[in-house]
């Protein structure tokens, strides 16, 4: 993939995340700067998702770890155990908060 495919995707997929958390009927709060999307939840903890550019690559961090995504088609898969990007934030983020939140790309 190209460089401005990759920035391409990594902003819509940035843009999607804050699409669906705005969707989500939840107390989670999106901030953005540049390639970094920060959620912070009614806790006061955060999940944050940002594109790694020279890596071709999505990370997310929260209490559970560090995550990296890898882009296979039109989808980002854990370069670890192969699973989505929007159905681990779905679990990451849940778990996290403490109730049920699922996350749709």
């Not at 903890?45 to 961090?61: D, E, F, L, R, T």
């Not at 882009?71 to 670890?80: H, K, P, Q």
């Amino acid at each position: 993939m190209s460089e401005s495919e990759f920035l391409e995707a990594a902003e819509a997929t940035l843009a999607a995340v804050e699409r669906a958390v705005d969707a989500a009927d939840t107390d989670i709060e999106a901030s953005r700067a540049g390639n970094v999307l920060t959620l912070e939840l009614a806790d006061g903890s955060k999940v944050i998702i940002n594109s790694q550019g020279p890596m071709q690559q999505m990370w997310v961090a929260g209490k559970s770890g560090a995550f990296h995504y890898a882009r296979s088609g039109d989808r980002w898969l854990d370069t670890r155990d192969g699973s989505e990007l929007f159905e681990s934030l779905s679990r990451l983020i849940s778990a996290q908060a403490g109730e049920a939140i699922v996350m749709r790309g």
